[in-house]
């Protein structure tokens, strides 16, 4: 088992940035794909980025790419998400989650992935 947990989500105006950081927690010894999903009011989750599990790879959501750069340190069992310019279609709950694999690929699919954290808001003032 893995246990993921989110912080760095708050309010910031329109242009500004934030971090968020996953920390993993239990079983983190195994290679882990990590992705970073998102769900505003009324829509469904959807995949912001994603990074395998030695960092050699990453992926983007179209709308986020060039604003959002996602990194890990597998020294501290975490993975970030800079956002920078954000726009307020930005803003939603922001979910980490895992996927028990060493592959070298990306998995976008919320299906895919074995462990998710309680998420973080992130608002976005105009």
């Not at 179209?62 to 990194?71: A, H």
């Amino acid at each position: 088992q893995v246990q993921l947990l989110e912080s760095g989500g708050g309010l910031v105006q329109a242009g500004g940035s934030l971090r968020l950081s996953c920390a993993a927690s239990g079983r983190t010894g195994d290679g882990y794909c990590m992705g970073w999903f998102r769900q505003a009011p009324g829509k469904e989750r959807e995949f912001v980025a994603g990074i395998t599990w030695n960092g050699g790879r990453t992926v983007f959501k179209d709308s986020v790419k060039g604003r959002f750069t996602i990194s890990r340190d597998n020294a501290k069992n975490t993975v970030y998400l800079q956002m920078n310019s954000l726009k307020p279609e930005d803003a939603a709950v922001y979910y980490c989650a895992a996927k028990a694999t060493y592959r070298p690929f990306v998995y976008t699919a919320l299906g895919e992935y074995d462990y998710w954290g309680q998420g973080t808001q992130v608002t976005v003032s105009s």
